[in-house]
C-alpha cells in the first residue's frame, strides 16, 4: 500500500490534505481526520503569537461615582424609555431584552432606573 503526499500550504495535514489542529506538543501534532503525526515543520515559518489585555481591576465599576446613584441618561445600562420606578417614583427606566423562554412566547424585559438602579423584569 502506498500514501500519497500532497503538496500543502502550513497547517494542512500532507496525507489527507486536512486542517491540522494548531494545538502542538513535544512531539509534534496529531492529524484529527488520518491520525499521523506530524512534526512542527509542518507549519512551516509560520508565527503564532496572542496578545492579552488585561483590564483594571475597577474596569467594571459603574462610571457614576461610587455610592451615589446615577441621574444620567449617558450612564444608563442601555435605551432609555419613561417608566416610572415603584422604588424611587423616578420616570425614565433604561432596559434590555432577552430571549428565556421558548420561541413562541415573548421576550423577558430587564429594566433598570436610572436614578436609584432598581431592577425589574417583565414578560412580554
Keep these: 500500500m502506498s500514501t500519497v503526499t500532497f503538496k500543502t ?12 489542529p494548531l494545538l502542538v506538543n513535544v512531539g509534534g501534532v496529531a492529524c484529527y481526520s488520518c491520525k499521523r503525526n506530524w ?8 508565527a503564532v503569537s496572542y496578545t492579552l489585555n488585561f483590564n483594571s481591576k475597577d474596569a467594571y ?3 457614576a461615582r461610587q455610592g451615589e446613584a446615577a441621574d444620567d441618561e ?3 445600562e442601555g435605551p432609555v424609555v419613561e ?5 424611587c417614583q423616578n420616570d425614565k427606566m433604561s432596559y434590555a431584552t432577552l ?7 415573548g421576550q423577558t424585559v430587564f429594566y433598570t432606573c436610572t436614578k436609584c ?4 423584569t417583565e414578560n412580554s
Design 117 to 120: 438602579r432598581f431592577k425589574e
Design 61 to 63: 465599576a459603574s462610571s
Design 83 to 87: 417608566r416610572r420606578c415603584p422604588q
Design 39 to 46: 512534526g512542527i515543520e509542518v507549519f512551516g515559518d509560520m
Design 99 to 105: 430571549q428565556l423562554r421558548s420561541a413562541d412566547e
Design 9 to 20: 500550504d502550513p497547517g494542512f495535514c500532507p496525507d489527507c490534505g486536512s486542517i491540522l
Design 74 to 76: 449617558d450612564e444608563a
